[in-house]
């Protein structure tokens, strides 16, 4: 019997994924697993019995990573199952700061009392007109799950597309439309691009890197999208950018004291995945997610520890063994069953960063004593029994 904590509201059609083996339980300190969407986990304290964090959407800055790595808490994401609603809100942005259309809507509410409000809107609108998208140029940065559908859709409303991201991997490249112009310097977007738009994740890396620098590189009267997250940017500078005439307008989905309300800045309340159908995809893949690896130490999709799938046990054991990624580990954990003459019938290990995970079926149960053994070398965080 496993027990899961909610920190946020998670869909029901997720939740209705667990089976009897699962029981929802309104301590955190006595889950295996919790589910979590937008909660601050930095500073809660994180019981030992917790296995598993399975975040219903794709960001995790809310959770702390490297803590959980060193405790054997596997952290899961939910990459893509909310890419089509943040896809759609981008591409209305588009249309939204190219058209000035909020502009034009506040022009019609601050004249709501004029009779002829229609006949003067003839006169008024050219002050909205904006211009189309189609043949303009749009600089995608990062082509993972939102930036691919951004760059295909784009392609379909006639737009010349440039992507850019040095790390895209083999899926995202398949579905790739062929005719993304796929760049390998990132200045080459920002030079030729009327409009730009981020889809990087936030990383020490990633941080502030559309900055001062960046901007002054753009092309004057570029239309500038942040639909990933607020700190990837330098707000300030967009703000002088504005100023300068160096950036037509602004468009972000994260509030804050800095854009809310200023010219040229069209500020969204963080609407991106808050649709019906991206919280429901989030839940489900993030309670898949949670089971996969509660019922057999199988890993997808995690942030902090690598990728492993073992599939179900057929064995009489299966254990689970978090560590350093350092050598003659493996070694270690083998001779801790073979000095108990117990044989192994498949292995796998796989590393990430300075991480490693270790799966084991064996054709006995483990005991107390290998368990003891196995968590007493050192550079292991955490010995599971899955089984």
């Not at 893949?285 to 990728?307: C, F, H, Q, R, T």
């Not at 350092?326 to 083998?334: E, H």
């Not at 054709?363 to 053994?373: L, N, V």
Request: negative net charge; glycine residues 10%.
């Amino acid at each position: 019997m496993f027990k899961y904590h909610c920190l946020n509201p998670i869909a029901g059609v997720g939740l209705e994924k667990f089976n009897d083996q699962y029981v929802k339980t309104d301590n955190m300190d006595e889950a295996d697993g919790i589910l979590v969407r937008s909660a601050a986990m930095h500073d809660m304290e994180l019981s030992d019995n917790l296995l598993a964090i399975a975040r219903a959407g794709a960001g995790v800055n809310n959770i702390p990573l490297d803590k959980c790595a060193e405790k054997g808490i596997v952290v899961f994401n939910t990459p893509g199952a909310n890419a089509n609603g943040v896809k759609e809100l981008v591409i209305a942005g588009m249309l939204l700061a190219s058209r000035d259309v909020v502009g034009g809507i506040e022009w019609v509410k601050d004249n709501q009392s004029d009779e002829n409000v229609g006949k003067s809107a003839e006169k008024a609108k050219k002050n909205f007109a904006g211009t189309e998208i189609e043949g303009k140029k749009l600089g995608i940065i990062g082509l993972g799950a939102i930036g691919v559908r951004v760059a295909n859709v784009a392609k379909h409303l006639g737009m010349e597309v440039y992507g850019y991201d040095p790390y895209v991997s083999v899926d995202a490249a398949w579905n790739l439309s062929r005719d993304v112009k796929h760049v390998l310097n990132v200045e080459e977007i920002y030079e030729e691009c009327d409009l730009v738009t981020i889809h990087v994740p936030l990383m020490d890396a990633t941080k502030g890197m559309i900055n001062e620098e960046a901007i002054g590189k753009m092309k004057d009267g570029v239309i500038l999208l942040n639909f990933a997250r607020d700190l990837l940017v330098d707000e300030k500078a967009v703000l002088e950018g504005i100023k300068s005439g160096k950036i037509r307008k602004y468009v972000s989905d994260f509030p804050n004291s800095t854009t809310a309300g200023q010219d040229g800045c069209i500020v969204i309340p963080h609407l991106g995945a808050s649709t019906e159908e991206s919280e429901d995809n989030c839940a489900v893949m993030a309670v898949k997610e949670l089971k996969d690896y509660l019922e057999n130490g199988n890993i997808v999709n995690s942030v902090n520890y690598p990728k492993c799938d073992m599939g179900v046990c057929a064995q009489a054991g299966r254990v689970a063994i978090f560590h350093k990624n350092i050598a003659n580990m493996i070694t270690k954990f083998t001779a801790c069953f073979g000095d108990n003459n117990i044989n192994i019938t498949d292995m796998t290990n796989k590393s990430k960063g300075e991480v490693a995970y270790t799966m084991l079926d064996i054709e006995s149960p483990a005991s107390d004593d290998i368990i003891q053994k196995l968590q007493s070398i050192g550079g292991v965080f955490r010995v599971r029994v899955v089984k």
